[in-house]
């Protein structure tokens, strides 16, 4: 996803109403962070639980050396369907570094959208955000490769890549002379075909049923491409105006991944889903790489270890977010579809990473097709890491 996220709202209800009228209570009297983290344990309701709750958040923050603010595009709790493991990154980060580090969280866009929190963490105006990989191409336009179709979209392909040293060696150097450290990526499933209500009574199993079609697109000259490849009319629409460009049929068709698109309050406006596992639909939190430098070496090293913690964890509630959300939108009469290998060989062969008009694009992101080759190799080998595909 790579533009201003649409929080998922959930129905109102009188239990909801009150937790909400508590949340601002609790924050007003001791701060956002602490009233977040009450919330997330389920003590809001109870003012001596939440007291502790809020006793413990101010301890922890009295006795730190460093204070590391996260800015998140999501609620906290999101992670039930979309897995960004905030809550996670939090406690592993303040553990692994004893205490030396607190962590401020800025969940649900209260500190910017989208390219936005980017941008704040190279002018170190918070320290880390979550954001999407597309949202962070304009500061390290390297990330932009896994949008090249069919060579990393699969869940286990993208682990196999980001975390090998082909990809690091280019990527990540190039985001540190940017100003930015590359803490972890966060895995969501891959891009999905997601049809309009009211388009086609059958899902879209091969390139040759997007003909025609309205396929809304970010800005990624990347995506765009593919689509053409694909044989759809690819349409610009920003992301906040992608609901009602659905509804109105000015878009026919989008991309995210399940997950994302029942985050972001799709379930009611589609038909089909295809999983016709393209690119990647995934996420990143990145820090302030000057103020991370900034710390002890032994706390630098106990960040990393507190990410790759919660990468793992990531890897872990895929499955889990994925079940959730799909079983909600099926409810709301969402069918899905998953192509046979025939159908993924036509996809591949139609927009694949190996045609010609993917040359260019290769040699100015990886360096040169060679880099590219090695990058290739590298997603296609496992790793160390395990993780579902749908």
Same mark, same amino acid.
């Given at each position: ?34 009233? &977040?983290?009450? %919330?997330?344990? @389920?003590? #809001?309701?109870?003012?001596? *639980?939440? $007291? !502790?709750?809020? =006793?413990?958040? /101010? ?43 607190? &962590?401020?969280? %800025?969940?649900? @866009?209260? #500190?910017?959208?989208?390219? *936005?929190? $980017? !941008?704040?963490? =190279?002018?170190? /105006? ?43 060696? &280019? ?20 891009? /999905? ?43 610009? &629409? ?153």
């Amino acid at each position: 996803m790579n533009d201003k996220k649409i929080e998922h709202i959930q129905p109102a209800d009188p239990l909801k109403s009150e937790e909400r009228r508590r949340f601002f209570e609790f924050s007003g009297k001791f701060g956002f962070t602490a009233a &977040v983290m009450a %919330a997330a344990g @389920g003590t #809001l309701m109870s003012r001596d *639980a939440a $007291a !502790q709750t809020a =006793q413990e958040e /101010t301890q922890r923050q009295r006795d730190a050396k460093a204070t590391m603010t996260i800015a998140t595009e999501y609620r906290i709790g999101a992670t039930r369907w979309y897995p960004l493991m905030q809550l996670n990154l939090k406690e592993n980060i303040q553990n692994a570094t004893n205490g030396h580090v607190y &962590v401020r969280l %800025a969940p649900a @866009g209260q #500190l910017g959208m989208g390219a *936005a929190l $980017a !941008q704040g963490v =190279q002018a170190n /105006t918070f320290q880390a955000a979550q954001h999407s990989i597309a949202n962070f191409s304009p500061f390290a336009p390297e990330v932009d490769l896994v949008n090249i179709p069919y060579w990393c979209g699969a869940n286990q392909n993208f682990v196999n890549l980001v975390t090998s040293d082909a990809w690091k060696s &280019v990527v990540h150097t190039k985001a540190e002379e940017r100003g930015f450290k590359v803490l972890l990526y966060l895995v969501l499933d891959p891009r /999905t075909v997601a049809c309009r209500k009211g388009l086609a009574n059958a899902p879209i199993k091969t390139p040759s049923d997007l003909r025609g079609i309205k396929f809304r697109v970010p800005a990624s000259e990347i995506l765009q491409q593919f689509y053409r490849l694909a044989g759809a009319n690819p349409t610009p &629409v920003a992301w906040g105006e992608t609901p009602s460009a659905i509804q109105q049929g000015v878009a026919d068709a989008l991309d995210p991944a399940a997950v994302a698109l029942y985050s972001n309050g799709f379930k009611d406006i589609l038909s089909w889903v295809t999983f016709n596992r393209s690119v990647p639909d995934s996420q990143v939190y990145s820090c302030n790489l000057q103020w991370f430098r900034g710390l002890p070496q032994e706390v630098q090293d106990q960040i990393d270890f507190a990410s790759e913690i919660t990468f793992q964890q990531n890897l872990a509630q895929v499955p889990a977010s994925r079940a959730y959300a799909m079983a909600e939108m099926a409810a709301a009469g969402v069918q899905f579809y998953s192509p046979t290998e025939d159908e993924l060989g036509q996809w591949a062969e139609a927009c694949g990473w190996q045609r010609p008009e993917w040359n260019d694009t290769k040699v100015k992101l990886a360096g040169s097709i060679e880099s590219f080759e090695r990058m290739r190799e590298a997603a296609a080998t496992r790793g160390n890491y395990y993780v579902h595909d749908i």
